[in-house]
């Protein structure tokens, strides 16, 4: 019997050993939003910055996937950035961050009401949602920014009051936090709010990390007075 005893012993103990990336699997994700006519530099930002922090011990719980819009995974941006998206809308996940990027035209993803909805689901559960430049649009429509102090891209500020007026629209402000909702300006400052939100998602210690190891510090370094 304490021979039979010890062999299961042994036998979950190996099984434990050789099964190490269960206990380090991610448990909590990231969805970047893509769709036809995306502005680069709004999804290549978190991508770089949250993709590096994945890598890290103390953010590896973590995963980023690009989200779809539609039922084509395959995208291309304004740019011309073409990409292959991990999901679509349609697909079952539940997402710990949504991320909403912007296009020049909007108004056929305004009109996307499957897409207005999914938002509005993710943003039941998730425990951030996100906009760059005029993604603040989409969660205007889908009423994530009711009552909130949001920004858009600069110069769209009134616009953006005028289509949804119980935002608390914020002029000049590269990037705008409120409760669990961050926007920004979009472009360059796309980097900016995904290092301010990786913050919340991690530390300042920890944010900082990856500001110097892609050296965007030294870019901010840079432009300081």
Not at 62 to 68: A, F
Not at 153 to 159: D, L, P, V
Not at 164 to 181: E, T
Request: charged share 25%; proline share 3%; with cysteine.
């Amino acid at each position: 019997m304490k021979l039979l005893i010890k062999l299961k012993a042994i036998i979950i103990l190996t099984l434990v050993i050789l099964m190490p990336h269960s206990a380090g699997a991610s448990t909590s994700t990231i969805g970047i939003l893509v769709f036809d006519g995306f502005l680069t530099s709004d999804v290549t930002a978190p991508v770089e910055v949250f993709g590096a922090a994945t890598k890290k011990a103390w953010f590896s719980s973590y995963n980023v996937i690009v989200i779809s819009a539609t039922r084509n995974k395959e995208v291309v941006s304004e740019e011309g950035l073409k990409i292959i998206a991990d999901k679509t809308i349609y697909d079952d996940i539940m997402l710990d961050v949504l991320l909403v990027p912007s296009a020049y035209e909007m108004d056929e993803f305004l009109n996307n009401k499957d897409l207005v909805n999914y938002i509005k689901k993710q943003n039941e559960s998730a425990s951030w949602l996100a906009s760059n430049c005029s993604g603040a649009f989409l969660l205007g429509e889908a009423g994530v920014l009711d009552g909130k102090y949001a920004t858009t891209w600069a110069g769209g500020e009134k616009g953006l009051l005028k289509s949804y007026p119980k935002i608390k629209v914020q002029f000049d402000k590269n990037v705008v936090i409120d409760k669990k909702v961050i926007t920004s300006n979009g472009g360059p400052v796309s980097y900016q709010a995904a290092f301010e939100l990786l913050e919340k998602l991690s530390s300042e210690k920890f944010a900082k990390e990856i500001s110097e190891s892609i050296q965007f510090d030294r870019l901010e370094r840079a432009f300081r007075p």
